[in-house]
């Protein structure tokens, strides 16, 4: 964690977690990082999710899932059945009952929103965030993912994510939201004995580690079953 300044938080519902680091800071950027497939998109999920249980506005950005699977992603959560056996239909009548008790809930959520963009840079970010804000009361922003936001078609890719990750930055200082950004890591952390995630696999630009008050790693010891 970087810097000594206190800020509010907003618990990320996963109770482990909360206990090393109290929560997500308000006015700032925290990022979770991970290789494809280590659950980081699952992970913003999960914490928007706890976030709107608790009362608060949350907006969520993703540049890949559509609704359908995230309210998959969301019912998987919920109930503990494996995403894979929501998407393939391989069901049983118990967790028909299962998704049946908490569906409702999950689609008629009023304190979170999901939109989707191939397109959304931090400019249309902060335009959509402010055009709902008032409605949701919104407290988080995520983002998934980072490497995902276009930027300006001149610029060098580690320069665009530099633009990108500090417009992000600005608006959760300038509206006193957390923002959560989804981040991919690099090739490298595949390359060592250990393959636990370090600041320095963070992929394309020092600026994720430079703007984060908070930088989180998703590791696995084994792959998924």
């Known amino acids: 964690e970087r810097g000594e300044d206190v800020f509010p938080l907003i618990p990320t519902g996963i109770d482990v977690l909360d206990s090393i680091i109290g929560g997500l800071k308000i006015g700032v950027v925290s990022t ?100 709902k804000k008032k409605e949701l009361n919104t407290r988080l922003v995520v983002i998934d993912y980072l490497q995902l936001m276009p930027g300006q078609r001149n610029a060098a890719r580690h320069e665009q994510l530099e633009e990108q990750m500090a417009r992000i930055a600005a608006l959760a200082a300038e509206e006193q939201i957390a923002v959560l950004v989804c981040s991919q890591l690099n090739r490298d952390v595949t390359k060592r004995d250990s393959s636990a995630p370090r600041l320095a696999d963070l992929r394309g630009s020092g600026a994720i580690e430079q703007v984060s008050k908070l930088v989180l790693g998703l590791h696995r010891d084994f792959p998924p079953s």
């Open 32 to 131: 979770v990082a991970a290789r494809p497939a280590e659950g980081k998109s699952t992970f913003g999920i999960n914490v928007a999710r706890n976030v709107s249980k608790l009362g608060l506005g949350c907006h969520f950005f993703t540049f890949e899932d559509g609704e359908k699977i995230f309210a998959q992603r969301m019912i998987s959560k919920e109930t503990r059945i494996p995403l894979d056996r929501i998407v393939q239909n391989n069901l049983s009548a118990f967790d028909l009952r299962s998704i049946l008790s908490v569906e409702k809930d999950i689609l008629d959520t009023k304190k979170m929103i999901v939109q989707r963009s191939p397109m959304f840079s931090a400019d249309k970010i902060a335009r959509c965030f402010r055009a």
